[in-house]
T-cell receptor, first 113, second 113 residues
C-alpha cells in the first residue's frame, strides 16, 4: 500500500507570496492532519480534516488554511508569506481516531526569502 | 504554551549503552502518550505508546515509562545502536473528541559507534 505523499518536496517563495501544498493520504484514510516543524518548536498542529470537514484546529493565524477533497486528498494554503513561515510542513493520515495510527508523509520544505 | 516539553535538544550515547529520553507534559487531560522517531528527509514514524492506565510498556529494545503524578514520561533504548540516531518526538493525546495529537520539541539522539 502506498504511503502518504506530499508535493512538492521543496519550495522557495518570496515574502508576501502565497503557497499551496498538497497531500495524498494512504488509500482508505479519511483523516488528514497538517503540522509545521521548526527548530526549537517541534511539530505544531495546524489542522485536521475528516471527510472534507475541518474538525480540529491549532493556534495559527488565518493566513493558514486548508481543505480536503472528496477523494481525501488535502491542500494547505499559506497566504502573505512571512520569513517565519519557513519550515517543514508535514501531513499525516489515519484510518481511525487512534492517535498511534497516524502515518506521516516526508514533508514539504518551504523556504521564504 | 508548550504542553509537551522535551528539555534536552540533543543527547549523545555510546553504542551498546542505554539511551534515556525525557518528556514532561502539563495538560492533565492527556491520557495517551506516544514516541515517534524521525530520520532526516523522512516523516516521523510511530515507535511506541503507553496508556495512562499503565506505567510501563516494552517493545523489544524500547521501553516507555510513565509517571502520572510527575507528569513525566521517558523512553529507554537498550542497547543503543547507531541506527537509532534520529530525532525523537514525544507526543500526547486525550481520549475525548477526535484525539488531537500534541507533539514536543524533539530530542536529537546520536549513538556513537
Amino acid at each position: 500500500k502506498a504511503g502518504v505523499t506530499q508535493t512538492p518536496r521543496y519550495l522557495i517563495k518570496t515574502r508576501g507570496q502565497q503557497v499551496t501544498l498538497s497531500c495524498s493520504p494512504i488509500s482508505g484514510h479519511r483523516s488528514v492532519s497538517w503540522y509545521q516543524q521548526t527548530p526549537g518548536q517541534g511539530l505544531q498542529f495546524l489542522f485536521e480534516y475528516f471527510s472534507e470537514t475541518q474538525r480540529n484546529k491549532g493556534n495559527f493565524p488565518g493566513r493558514f488554511s486548508g481543505r480536503q477533497f472528496s477523494n481525501s486528498r488535502s491542500e494547505m494554503n499559506v497566504s502573505t508569506l512571512e520569513l517565519g513561515d519557513s519550515a517543514l510542513y508535514l501531513c499525516a493520515s489515519r484510518l481511525t481516531s487512534a492517535p498511534y495510527e497516524q502515518y506521516f508523509g516526508p514533508g514539504t520544505r518551504l523556504t521564504v526569502t | 504554551d508548550q504542553q509537551v516539553k522535551q528539555n534536552s535538544p540533543s543527547l549523545s550515547v555510546q553504542e551498546g549503552r542505554i539511551s534515556i529520553l525525557n518528556c514532561d507534559y502539563t495538560n492533565s487531560m492527556f491520557d495517551y502518550f506516544l514516541w515517534y522517531k524521525k530520520y532526516p528527509a523522512e516523516g516521523p514514524t510511530f515507535l511506541i505508546s503507553i496508556s495512562s492506565i499503565k506505567d510501563k510498556n516494552e517493545d523489544g529494545r524500547f521501553t516507555v515509562f510513565l509517571n502520572k503524578s510527575a507528569k513525566h514520561l521517558s523512553l529507554h533504548i537498550v542497547p543503543s545502536q547507531p541506527g537509532d540516531s534520529a530525532v525523537y518526538f514525544c507526543a500526547a493525546s486525550d481520549s475525548g473528541g477526535y484525539q488531537k495529537v500534541t507533539f514536543g520539541t524533539g530530542t536529537k539522539l546520536q549513538v556513537i559507534p
